[in-house]
């Protein structure tokens, strides 16, 4: 889909974001790629990073095409040095005026069969990731007098919970507090932070981890759950966070907004349904997890 085909499923002017400088973590795939075209489609010149070049730049040149302005950094957004490189660089050239929030890591599995290293793998992408580039950027407006935004995604977890992606669910509900905590201490700074909470919006990276087996499908994942019957699509979930990003309503501050069509508010939205799945469906699950994550291991190689 070109940007202009993007720009005919908003509502917006095609300048909305004119001007705006937008780092997107984890920007090279599933939602953070679709909003990183809503942005640029919107006049955003938008970053991403992550740790998988070829990823990157393929995501780069999808968005180029369609006449957006986009550039790559790799960074381990688990690493604090690394993202503050990212966007120490960044600022070379110029402040970011945004900042999304949205790299991430998750898997299903029963709790007491994590390790410290699986536990780690999520959390220190999710929890320390978000709160590393926020600090990396927040300390830069602060100290140059300039407003920011901040939009972190999440889940609809954070007020539920979630059996069976435990890590997931407490990690963005700590980054919900942060959201909440720093949009009353920055804020008098002219920093906003919000939140989303998508409901299922199928991308194929995430739900290999989320349905890796067949019969591992439960209210998290089905469509038939959601009250509206369906899938979220793409257009809806950048139509939003372009929305947030923007200079529309700069009086939204501490919100996390759920974009779920109501799944929240009808029970299963989340994966508690696991509990039926047998000793044999959990092995199967992880050897298929299993085979998940090394062919993403071999694609960062590449």
């Known amino acids: 889909m070109s940007s202009s085909e993007i720009r005919d499923q908003s509502p917006y002017k095609p300048d909305l974001l004119a001007g705006k400088r937008i780092l ?7 939602l953070g790629l679709e ?8 006049g955003a010149h938008v970053f991403i990073c992550g740790r998988r070049e070829d990823v990157l730049a393929e995501a780069c040149k999808t968005i180029a095409a369609g006449g957006g302005a986009a550039d790559y950094l790799i960074t381990n957004v688990r690493d604090p040095e690394s993202v503050d490189a990212t966007v120490a660089k960044i600022w070379d050239s110029g402040p970011l005026t945004g900042l999304v929030n949205n790299a991430a890591a998750n898997f299903i599995a029963p709790t007491e069969t994590l390790s410290p290293r699986g536990y780690q793998a999520i959390s220190q992408t999710v929890m320390d990731g ?5 600090l990396s950027c927040g300390k830069r407006w602060i100290a140059d007098g300039l407003p920011g935004t ?3 995604n999440l889940v609809t977890w954070v007020w539920t919970g979630s059996a069976f992606v435990t890590p997931s669910a407490m990690s963005k509900a700590a980054i919900q ?13 002219n920093i906003r932070l919000n939140a ?29 759950k959601v009250p509206l019957r369906r899938f979220g699509q793409m257009h809806e979930l950048r139509n939003l966070t372009a929305f947030l990003m923007s200079d529309a309503c ?14 929240h508010l009808a029970a299963p939205s989340t994966f508690a349904d696991l509990s039926d799945m047998s000793a044999e469906d959990w092995a ?3 050897e298929a997890l299993r085979a998940s994550a090394e062919k993403e291991k071999q694609g960062r190689k590449a």
């Open 177 to 189: 507090a942060m959201t909440m905590s720093l949009a009353v201490e920055w804020g008098p700074k």
């Open 24 to 30: 997107v973590t984890g920007g090279g795939t599933g």
């Open 284 to 286: 199967a699950a992880r």
């Open 130 to 134: 978000s709160f590393y580039a926020t």
């Open 196 to 224: 989303i909470a998508p409901g299922p919006f199928p991308t194929p990276n995430a739900w290999e981890k989320l349905n890796p087996i067949p019969g591992s499908s439960v209210g998290a994942t089905q469509k038939e």
């Open 250 to 263: 700069t009086y939204i501050n501490g919100a996390t907004v759920a974009v779920d069509g109501g799944h």
């Open 150 to 152: 901040v939009l972190s």
């Open 35 to 42: 909003m990183s075209r809503g942005f640029s489609a919107l």
